[in-house]
């Protein structure tokens, strides 16, 4: 089945720079990457996604990019702000599976 | 709309005892998955229901741990004979289809919080 691995598992960054947190999958065949930021005590929420018929994808501070051939996927956040602070949760989707294979997640903790 | 509701919000128990936690997906929403988040750790899958389809049970941890869908709508995940491992937050999430491979959005709910003493 799927296996995801991200990393790192903890990142501290000043206010203001940027934050890049990798995962790795296993299926050839997944083709969905969501990204889901989880704050304290709070459901995961989907900030953004990525199919595999596309490279990359942007929206405002944040960005995803994919690497098919070496099945690795990026999220990439801009002018982090102290608010960015929180787990992090990526996730890939296999076509012989029907949930999500979530990695092991990236505490981010912007320093203001 | 309203999001993906689950009740309760937490739920303590003693070991030995049976728990029941519920999941209200959102309206409309085919797929109804089950995950358990331990402490400071990733999202394990449970358990997928997709319509009338039979469920898929893989992710289940034992045969403790059981689910219910009832058409469409409100799930129930049923854990027997409670353990102090059983403690976790327990996460259902819905999706409008959840076909194969899909990439369907999965939108959470608050999630259980269970405690076994």
């Known amino acids: 089945g799927e296996n995801v691995e991200q990393h790192p598992s903890t990142l501290s960054v000043q206010e203001g720079d940027s934050a890049v947190i990798k995962c790795t999958y296993s299926d050839s065949a997944s083709n969905y990457f969501p990204w889901y930021k989880q704050e304290l005590g709070k459901r995961p929420q989907l900030i953004i996604d990525i199919r595999s018929n596309v490279g990359e994808k942007k929206d405002q501070r944040i960005a995803v990019t994919l690497n098919k051939t070496a099945k690795h996927f990026s999220l990439h956040i801009t002018e982090t702000q102290p608010e960015d602070s929180a787990v992090y949760f990526c996730a890939a989707i296999g076509t012989g599976r029907r949930a999500l294979t979530f990695g092991s997640g990236t505490r981010l903790q912007v320093q203001p | 709309g309203a999001g993906v509701s689950q009740s309760p919000s937490n739920k303590v128990t003693e070991k030995g005892k049976d728990v029941e936690l519920r999941c209200d997906p959102i309206?409309?929403?085919?797929?109804l998955y089950w995950y358990r988040q331990r402490l400071g750790q990733g999202l394990e899958f449970l358990i997928y229901?997709?319509?009338?389809?039979?469920?898929?049970k893989s992710g289940l941890p034992s045969d403790r741990f059981s689910a219910e869908r009832t058409g469409e709508s409100v799930s129930t995940l049923t854990i027997q004979r409670t353990q102090q491992e059983d403690s976790a937050v327990y996460l259902c999430?819905?999706?409008?289809?959840?076909?194969?491979?899909?990439?369907?959005?999965?939108?959470f709910g608050p999630g259980t919080r269970l405690t076994v003493l």
């Open positions: 309206s409309g929403h085919t797929a």
């Open positions: 229901f997709q319509g009338n389809s039979a469920p898929d």
């Open positions: 999430a819905s999706s409008l289809r959840g076909q194969r491979g899909a990439t369907d959005t999965q939108y």
